[in-house]
């Protein structure tokens, strides 16, 4: 147990029958305690640890779970990576007798977003998106145009020789990506000569021809267009690009694609919250030369941060943590922590930090998402003994439950 910390899901928390209204967190993660071994003076540490988290729950999610947590000091990214590729090499070599071949693919969090709009890809089919605004920003398409004029994107992907989509299933793909904000969805089925599609009248014969070219678009692909902002474009073809990687059976279940994201924003603007958060965690480091940033463009630092993709799911994630105080004030203060409440919630940290702290860094692998990916398991309840329900429920012993007034009134508490 811990000290409750903004580290990014809500804490678990444990009232103490000895501190009066004071109260423990369950650790989300090792993150603090680990990096406290590391300026102690600790060079490696390595643990199968147990972690709580209390979000909403999917297929991949489990309240609680394992981690196979690792910190290292005097360490780069690079030297994790490559330690935590002979870990994975050596887990599916003698799990499941899997050769892979090493190093890993590495995609930047830029380049991941930009090709498949997600940062956590699957790569294991192609299908990549295309960003076609400069191309058809001056058609006779007014929408294209409006959205190009007004700082957004038009981007698309290819579905090859997709003429097994009928006219009802591109309809239900125009209410799938309205889910993820798209205002419409374009579609055109290549023929030899033409289109078909609706659009299709709105473009000049080159312009089809150039988007053609663009797409490298054969006769029986559907290409499907969304024009809008960057990320609702990103959000939307990168999940249509899965609805239809699964549905034109386009994925080898038994194909193991790993890729490494790296080069993170270091944080992103919260329109509820109406500041910046950290992407990761408020201790990840910064690209030196992205400092100046800090100030003019906090959304533009880049983090060092990176985490391991397989197939489609993020299997580990880690980074390269502050090791100076000046620096972790900084990141506070684009936080928008003033200095009592940094003081307050993370004051052990920054007392470490001024002993000399080494750099230093670190990666988790979550251990039961892990073992679904490799069992095949439709969620991660499949390979967890007495996992919980989607509604965080444990069917077995019927928790959460009710306890008596004796227990609440030695903790002081009263159920409102």
């Known amino acids: 147990m811990g000290k409750s910390t903004p580290e990014g899901a809500r804490d678990y928390l444990v009232p103490s029958r000895i501190y009066k209204s004071m109260f423990y967190a369950l650790p989300q993660s090792p993150q603090l305690f680990k990096q406290l071994l590391m300026v102690s003076g600790f060079d490696r540490y390595y643990q199968i640890a147990k972690c709580f988290r209390d979000e909403d729950l999917r297929a991949d999610r489990q309240p609680e779970f394992t981690q196979i947590d690792v910190e290292m000091s005097f360490i780069t ?23 892979l071949t090493l190093p890993l693919p590495r995609l930047t969090y830029a380049d991941a977003i930009s090709r498949y709009g997600k940062d956590n890809p699957d790569v294991r089919f192609g299908m990549e998106i295309v960003d076609l ?14 959205v190009a ?13 997709a003429s097994a989509l009928s006219r ?56 499907f267009f969304v024009a809008d902002s960057p990320k609702v474009v990103s959000d939307s073809l990168g999940n249509l690009r899965l609805n239809l990687g699964k549905k034109l059976n386009l994925i080898d279940p038994d194909a193991l694609a790993f890729t490494w994201i790296t080069e993170f924003p270091l944080m992103e ?11 990761h965690h408020p201790f990840t480091s910064p690209f030196l030369e992205d400092l100046p940033l ?18 489609g799911s993020e299997i580990g994630g880690g980074s390269i943590r502050i090791h100076n105080k000046d620096v972790q004030s900084q990141v506070f203060n684009a936080l928008k922590l003033s200095d009592e409440d940094a003081r307050v919630k993370f004051g052990f940290l920054l007392d470490a930090l001024e002993y000399g702290a080494p750099p230093h860094g670190g990666l988790a692998f979550g251990l039961d998402r892990l073992a679904m990916i490799m069992t095949k398991a439709e969620s991660i309840r499949d390979v967890i003994a007495f996992p919980k329900t989607q509604k965080a429920a444990c069917l077995m012993t019927d928790a959460p439950s009710k306890v008596s007034i004796e227990q609440l009134m030695e903790l002081s508490l009263k159920i409102v």
């Not at 100030?295 to 993709?309: F, M, Q």
Request: aromatic content about 10%; proline content about 2%; overall charge negative.
């Open 149 to 161: 004029a007004s700082g957004g994107v038009i981007k698309a992907i290819k579905a090859e020789q």
């Open 269 to 279: 603007y919260s329109e509820t919250e109406k500041r910046f958060v950290s992407t």
């Open 168 to 223: 009802k299933d591109l309809d239900g793909l125009q209410d799938f990506v309205a889910i993820y904000g798209a205002k419409g969805l374009a579609w055109a089925k290549v023929n030899a000569a033409d289109w078909t599609s609706p659009i299709y009248k709105f473009f000049k014969p080159e312009e089809v021809a150039n988007i053609g070219t663009a797409m490298n678009a054969k006769e029986g692909d559907i290409l």
């Open 294 to 311: 800090m100030i003019t463009d906090p959304g533009k630092v880049r983090a060092k941060a990176y985490d391991l993709v397989l197939n």
């Open 133 to 146: 605004t400069a191309i058809v920003k001056d058609s006779g398409f007014k929408l294209f145009a409006e």
């Open 77 to 99: 990214e690079e030297d994790i990576m490559n330690m935590m590729e002979g870990l994975m090499k050596a887990i599916f070599k003698v799990c499941m007798d899997k050769e």
